[in-house]
């Protein structure tokens, strides 16, 4: 019972990003659900999977990044092994809106 509530609250979540219209939006949403660390993890996690698709290597991410090795494997599993595939996914339309 308690993990479909917490699945519930995640749709919650979910629903209330994608009733966001822009980046400013977005960015207020996050200012006030997220604490300063938070945000930084986020990005950090969000920067080391973008430069993985990009080829970069382990210790280039890590100087870029600050990001421990740790991170880079598991952000890497994701990616590679047993990730849900939302990585692909926004990666792929950021590709088809920076083409048009």
Known sequence: MREK???????????????LENLEECRLFFKDLCTVPELKALSQRY?????????YVYNDIVQATGASTATISRVNRSLSYDGAGGYGIVFDRLNQKDEQ
């Open 5 to 19: 509530l917490e699945i519930n609250n995640l749709d919650d979540l979910y629903k209330a990003i994608l009733c």
């Open 47 to 55: 920067q080391v999977a973008k430069m993985l698709t990009e080829k």
